[in-house]
Structures are given as structure tokens and as C-alpha cells.
């Protein structure tokens, strides 16, 4: 007898759904197992991570504040997933996008008000595009891996903010502390509930993920990404151009890291210094892959993972656990999540073997 893995025909639609939520389950799961064998109150631990940001009305904000980012910057990874373009670089797209609106800033003075509040939005996409798009040269122009060179131009923009910073940005009234200097109320977005840290960002992050199912799921150009990434050779003969679809795809991922870069500098931090990069660009690729690239799951998925970097700082201050766990937390999401879409894609059958049988084939 011996277990071998049959294709399914198509993907189990309750699988698809089942799995994200049983990876979340089985992570909190083997928290409490860990946490109690080291000697701290798992119990409380988990519930504190994953409960009390839920709970307790005054995280609430917090939560939004962590989840827009991340919603934003998803939604143009799974685009990219969905085609096979693989951009790792996302947090380096978000950091030249941040600095992209930050420059504008700085060139308006003390100059605010809608017009240029919309030219710091802009730019940040154009920029995190910009940055994206050298991948989508290597890729299309010299066959260089997009994972990559994307994932390497991340350490170039963290060297770009390290030298803008403490350099030629620097706040003169900073204390020669390397960072910019304060944007103005009138360069800020602006607050929709008072007394709250809730900024029109957060809202353009909770309308984004609806605009993306339409456009992917009633689109010329959202078939021609399902085609590209699930039938290549189809693609190519119903007219599909594959080289027009990489650019797309990182073009998107890179404009929606550089809105989520620009939102983030002018909506919840106000100034970039040397820990303005906080790995959201990296955290997105495990929401797109947990809310199964799809635009609305992005959007739940993101308020899972945004929770979870709640909650790390919740957990801390209450049963001393470090700093790191909340990415411990995620890494194992993704981790269980990837391995269970052998289960999406195959099912389990047990073949007993007669007597007398031939040996199984290999990969049997």
C-alpha cells in the first residue's frame, strides 16, 4: 500500500478557500505549543497576537493604519502572480516611491492643499513604476531573472534613502538626526475621523481591492493575465503578447508599492528616516499568496497580517515575547499556506499493491 498524489481536474473551490483559513488555525495552534514549551503562556500569547487587536476597539486604528499598506501593495503583486512575474522588489519600489513624494514636497516649500497632495500621490507611483520597470528591461530585453533583479535593487533604494537622508534631505532643525523634515498639515493627508489616525489613505486601500476585481475579473486585460500565467503557449496564439504582459504586471506591482510608499509618508508617518523601510514590501507577498491572489482576499488577508503586527506589539508588552515573532507568525502562514496548495492542486489516493507486483515508477 502507498500514498501517490492524483491532478485534479480543476482546483477544489473549498480547498481554495479551506486552506488560508486552516493555515491561520494551525499557526496559533502550534504557537500556543511553542510558546508553552518555552516557558511563556502560549494561550495568552496567541489570543493577545491574534485576538486582542480584534477586541479591543482602541487597536482598531492601529490595525487599519498597518493593514493599507499592505492591501495596496498586494494588490499589484498578485497581478504579477497570476502571470508568472515574479516581483520580489516590492519594498524597494515602496521606499523610491515614498521618496519620490518626498521630493515634491520638499520642492513646494511649505506650499500644500489638494493639487499638491495629488502631485506626492503621483509621483510616488510613477516612481515605484520607474524603479520596477528596470526588472521589466532585464527580464524582457536580456532574459535576467525578475526575482532577482528586484529583489537586489531593493538593497540600491535603501542605499539611495540612506544617502538622500543624511544628506542633501536632511532636516537642518533635525539635530543631525538623518531624516526629512516634517511635511506641513497642508501637505498631510487628510484625518476622516478626528482624534484618530485614520487618513484618506485608508480608504483609497479599502475601495483599491474592489477596482481590481473588476478590472481582473470582467477585463479584456485581466483574461490576458489568466491566459499568460496558467497557458503560455495559448496565450501566445490567441494573440497575447508575453513581453507586453511582464511590463504590465510590474509596472502595476511597482506603481501600487510606490501609492502605498507615498500614502504611508503622507498619511501616517509625515517624514522618512532610516526605519521608514518597516518590510511591508516583503509581508505583501505572503497577503497576496494567503488571500489566493485574489483582489478581495488581499483585502481580508491584509487585515490578517496587520493584526498579527498589532498584536506582536501588544504580546510584547504583556508576556515579554520578542520582537520578532510577529514575522516568526508570518513566515509560518506562508509557509502552510504554499504547502498546502498540493492539496488545491492534487488529491491523496492510497493504492494497495497485489501481490507480486511490479515496483512503483519513480515519483510514485
Known sequence: MRLKLEKRPEPSRLMVVATPIASVLLTMLIGVVVFDAIGINGQKAVVDIFLTPLLASYKWQDVATKAAPLIIIALGLSIGNRANVWNIGAEGQYVIGSLCAA??????GGGGGGLIITAMILSGVVGGAAWAAIPAVLRTRFSVNEILSSLMLTYVALQVLGYLVGGPWKDPNGRNFPATAPLTAEQSLPILFPGTTVHLGIAIALVLPFVFWLVTARSVFGFQIRVVGSAPHAARHGGFDSKQTIWLAMLIGGGMAGLAGALEFTGALKAINLGFPSGYGF???????????????????????????????????????????????????????LASDILVRYRVRIVRNPKNAPAPAAGE
Do not use: D, E, K, W
Not at 521630493?103 to 513646494?108: E, M, P, Q, R, T
Not at 505583501?284 to 498579527?308: D, W
Open 283 to 337: 509581508t505583501a507577498i505572503i497577503v497576496s499568496f494567503l488571500g489566493r491572489l485574489h483582489p478581495i482576499g488581499c483585502l481580508i488577508a491584509g487585515i490578517v497580517l496587520a493584526v498579527t503586527y498589532v498584536g506582536g506589539q501588544v504580546a510584547q508588552t504583556t508576556v515579554h515575547i520578542p520582537n520578532a515573532t510577529a514575522g516568526i507568525f508570518q513566515a509560518m502562514m506562508l509557509f502552510f499556506i
Open 103 to 108: 521630493g515634491v514636497g520638499i520642492a513646494a
